[in-house]
């Protein structure tokens, strides 16, 4: 199969899927009866590497936005459509072994995928939770809306407490916002020893207390690897297919487990980028970048990767800093500090007013298609197996 053309004009990825739903179940069975190539699979193939390479070449400043996890939570539907299209034009075929065994693989790994959609849908609501703590700040050192003096910084300070608590992680007691609890006196440490002894965070999750995002992601890697070339040969490239969705999967939960906060997540999953596919190579690029990235935060034991997360918890550092050192009256240099981090924090609150319901809405909907599509995929393979 001759690769994509990476350097090429763009194709617009309709193009792509209307050449896919195009080839009907007839002219497939035909194509595969005289052994020639699978027009489907080339396809497939050809929209995944577009779909990827559009997510891999964004700004550093696009890259793990909630915008740009829209976009893959796009692509991964897009893709999951596809699959689901060309698993029913290919009923017979995934009858029979060992397609029949991949499939059950398959639909195995998006029993598992359903607990991480859940935890990071979860920890989408969890950072809107923190964005009421955010308003109370942004609205008590808003200097546009009235003069600023010591109660407005008092009130800045325990909202600015209470998000730190929050965003600790119980079982994280390093991470960014932990050291910050010394200095809101006996109180605040009084206050993080019960909520670290507590079920601060658990109690917000649909999954059990001990389950853990790294765990159950590493279980959906564990033993995905390509097809060897007699189950490619047997099933027609029908098994080369599964595991190009599998492997779309389990990349995508990792980039959402990696971005959006959930217990125990993390990106130190073991699992390999085939190389010598045609279309995985934008996934090393975007395995690169996020792992860069992941490199750059984790100094700083962040809450996710999401770059929303990351401009909320550098805001709210700063301001904590400034709130602390505050001293009435304020000198014009701190007033002018305040009103920059201000703004930046202001800025942060509406892009999670704006984008994160939707957000939970997507990664809602992604799950559906997924669970649809085993849903229809078992009943293919309960139908084979009737007498």
């Known amino acids: 199969m001759p690769p994509p053309n990476n350097h090429g004009s763009h194709i617009p990825f309709a193009s792509f899927r209307r050449s896919i739903l195009t080839v009907r179940s007839d002219q497939v069975h035909s194509e595969m009866s005289h052994g020639s190539n699978i027009k489907y699979l080339e396809l497939f193939q050809r929209q995944v590497f577009a779909l990827f390479h559009d997510l891999s070449v964004v700004s550093a400043d696009e890259l793990?936005?909630?915008?740009?996890?829209?976009?893959?939570?796009?692509a991964i539907t897009?893709?999951?459509e596809d699959f689901s299209t060309l698993l029913s034009d290919n009923k017979a075929l995934l009858s029979k072994p060992p397609a029949d065994r991949l499939a059950t693989e398959y639909f195995e790994r998006t029993i598992k995928a359903m607990d991480i959609f859940n935890a990071?849908?979860?920890?989408?609501?969890?950072?809107?939770?923190?964005?009421?703590?955010?308003?109370?700040?942004?609205?008590?050192?808003?200097?546009?809306?009235?003069?600023?003096?010591?109660?407005?910084?008092?009130?800045?300070?325990?909202?600015?407490?209470?998000?730190?608590?929050l965003m600790l992680d119980d079982k994280d007691t390093g991470s960014v916002f932990s050291h910050r609890n010394r200095s809101f006196g006996r109180k605040g440490k009084e206050h993080h020893r019960r909520s670290s002894s507590g079920h601060s965070r658990s109690l917000s999750w649909s999954v059990s207390h001990s389950w853990s995002a790294s765990k159950q992601l590493q279980s959906i890697a564990n033993n995905l690897v390509p097809p060897k070339t007699n189950e490619i040969a047997a099933t027609n490239g029908l098994a080369m297919l599964i595991f190009a969705m599998s492997f779309i999967l389990m990349f995508v939960l990792w980039i959402l487990v990696a971005a959006i906060p959930c217990q125990d997540r993390g990106v130190q999953i073991h699992f390999t980028i085939p190389r010598q596919l045609s279309w995985t190579t934008p996934l090393f690029l975007l395995h690169s970048r996020i792992m860069d990235e992941s490199k750059k935060r984790e100094r700083r034991n962040t809450c996710g990767l999401l770059k929303e997360i990351y401009q909320i918890e550098k805001s709210v550092h700063q301001l904590t800093d400034l709130v602390?050192?505050?001293?009435?009256?304020?000198?014009?240099?701190?007033?002018?500090?305040?009103?920059?981090?201000?703004?930046?924090?202001?800025?942060?609150?509406?892009?999670?007013?704006?984008?994160?319901?939707?957000?939970?809405?997507?990664?809602?909907?992604?799950?559906?298609?997924?669970?649809?599509?085993?849903?229809?995929?078992?009943?293919?393979?309960?139908?084979?197996?009737?007498?």
Do not use: Y
Not at 132 to 161: N, P, T, W, Y
Not at 354 to 375: D, S, Y
């Open 78 to 80: 897009m893709c999951q």
């Open 64 to 74: 793990l936005s909630v915008s740009w996890i829209h976009k893959l939570l796009d």
């Open 120 to 165: 990071t849908r979860d920890g989408v609501e969890t950072v809107r939770v923190w964005q009421k703590h955010l308003e109370i700040v942004v609205c008590a050192l808003d200097a546009k809306q009235r003069m600023v003096g010591e109660s407005q910084f008092r009130r800045a300070r325990k909202a600015l407490m209470d998000l730190a608590l």
């Open 324 to 387: 602390d050192a505050a001293q009435f009256p304020l000198s014009d240099e701190l007033k002018e500090e305040v009103k920059e981090n201000v703004t930046e924090l202001s800025l942060a609150c509406e892009a999670c007013k704006t984008g994160l319901e939707p957000l939970q809405l997507k990664l809602r909907e992604t799950f559906r298609k997924v669970m649809a599509c085993r849903a229809e995929g078992l009943d293919f393979l309960g139908k084979a197996t009737e007498p």
